[in-house]
C-alpha cells in the first residue's frame, strides 16, 4: 500500500494528536470507564453473539475502550491502531485495570505482518472505513484471520451521512467512492470542536454496495445487517439528543440513516 503512505502518515499524525484529548473528554467519560461502565453502544450490545471465551480481533481500536469492555464481558482480545498514542494509551488503561488484551501499533494493511492468530470474531466500529482506501484488501485481510465459521460484526456510520456538511447543513459529498482520496483540515475533534487542535486529514467515501461486495468476495456470508436512523453518539454538528444513546442529524426535517451494522460468518 505504498502509494497511500502520505495520506496514512497524515492520518497518524491526526490521530496521535486527537488522542490525549478525547482521553481527557466528557464524550468517552474515562472516569465512568476505569470504574467498571462498558463502552460499548446498545446497539451492537444486542447484536453480538455471546462473547465469553472467544478471541477477539478488534480492528482501528483507537484506545483500547471497546477493547477492554469485550475483555470484560469475558472475551480473550487483540487490538490493533494505527496511531502509537492511542496503542499506549490504552496498555496504560489494561496493566491500571489488571486486564490482558494485548494491543499492537500497525496498519491495518500490515497486519498479516503483526499477527498471526486466527480468531473467533473480528469487530470494527464507528469511523473507521472512512480513512481505508481499499475496501476489497481490508476484507480480505480480516477474513483471513477469522477462523471457520467465525464472525465478523461491524457498526458504522452510514455513507449517507457522510454525503452532508453538518455544520452547513448541506450536501458536500457523492455517495460513491471514485477512488480519490478527499482532504480536510479541520479544527477541533468530534469530541470537542474548540479543541486547540488544527490539522490536515485524508479520507474516503464507501458506499453500502463496496462494503457488501468486498465482504462476499472475501469469503464472508452475511448473516445479519441493520439500519439505524440515528446515531448513539453525538459525534457530528447540529445533531438533536432525542433520549439516550439517540441522537438525530436532520436535513429539512427528516431524519436520515445514520448507523448500518452488518454480522457476517466466514465460509
Known amino acids: 500500500m505504498g502509494e497511500y503512505d502520505k495520506y496514512f502518515n497524515t492520518n497518524k499524525a491526526l490521530w496521535d494528536s486527537k488522542t490525549p484529548i478525547h482521553i481527557d473528554s466528557k464524550f468517552y467519560d474515562m472516569d465512568a470507564f476505569m470504574k467498571g461502565a462498558n463502552s460499548l453502544?446498545?446497539?451492537?450490545?444486542?447484536?453480538?453473539?455471546d462473547v465469553q471465551g472467544k478471541k477477539i480481533l478488534h480492528a482501528q481500536c483507537h484506545f483500547g475502550q471497546d477493547t477492554l469492555s469485550l475483555e470484560r464481558m469475558?472475551?480473550?482480545?487483540?487490538?490493533?491502531?494505527?496511531?502509537?498514542?492511542?496503542?499506549?494509551?490504552?496498555?496504560?488503561?489494561?496493566?491500571?485495570?489488571?486486564?490482558?488484551?494485548?494491543?499492537?501499533?500497525?496498519?491495518?494493511?500490515?497486519?498479516?505482518?503483526?499477527?498471526?492468530?486466527?480468531?473467533?470474531?473480528?469487530?470494527?466500529?464507528?469511523?473507521?472505513?472512512?480513512?481505508?482506501?481499499d475496501l476489497d484488501k481490508w476484507a480480505e485481510i480480516l477474513c483471513n484471520r477469522l477462523k471457520e465459521g467465525g464472525?465478523?460484526?461491524?457498526?458504522?456510520?452510514h455513507p449517507v451521512l457522510y454525503m452532508f456538511?453538518?455544520?452547513?447543513?448541506?450536501?458536500?459529498?457523492?455517495?460513491?467512492?471514485?477512488?480519490?482520496?478527499?482532504?480536510?483540515i479541520n479544527s477541533g475533534t468530534y469530541v470537542d470542536s474548540d479543541a486547540d487542535i488544527e490539522l490536515k486529514e485524508y479520507f474516503w467515501q464507501h458506499s453500502l454496495s463496496e462494503v457488501i461486495s468486498a465482504l462476499l468476495k472475501a469469503g464472508m456470508t452475511i448473516r445479519q445487517f441493520?439500519?439505524?436512523d440515528y446515531s448513539p453518539y453525538n459525534c457530528f454538528e447540529n445533531m438533536e439528543f432525542e433520549g439516550e444513546q439517540h441522537f438525530v442529524y436532520r436535513q429539512n426535517g427528516i431524519a436520515l440513516p445514520h448507523v448500518f451494522t452488518i454480522l457476517c460468518e466466514k465460509r
Open 41 to 49: 453502544r446498545r446497539i451492537e450490545l444486542a447484536e453480538i453473539p
Open 74 to 133: 469475558g472475551a480473550k482480545c487483540t487490538g490493533i491502531d494505527l496511531s502509537g498514542e492511542a496503542i499506549r494509551s490504552a496498555r496504560k488503561f489494561r496493566d491500571e485495570l489488571g486486564l490482558n488484551s494485548r494491543f499492537i501499533e500497525c496498519n491495518i494493511y500490515d497486519l498479516e505482518a503483526h499477527v498471526d492468530d486466527v480468531f473467533d470474531m473480528v469487530f470494527t466500529s464507528y469511523g473507521v472505513i472512512a480513512w481505508l482506501p
Open 151 to 157: 464472525i465478523f460484526y461491524m457498526a458504522e456510520f
Open 165 to 184: 456538511d453538518w455544520e452547513k447543513k448541506r450536501l458536500e459529498y457523492e455517495y460513491f467512492n471514485n477512488g480519490e482520496a478527499k482532504m480536510e
Open 226 to 228: 441493520n439500519e439505524y
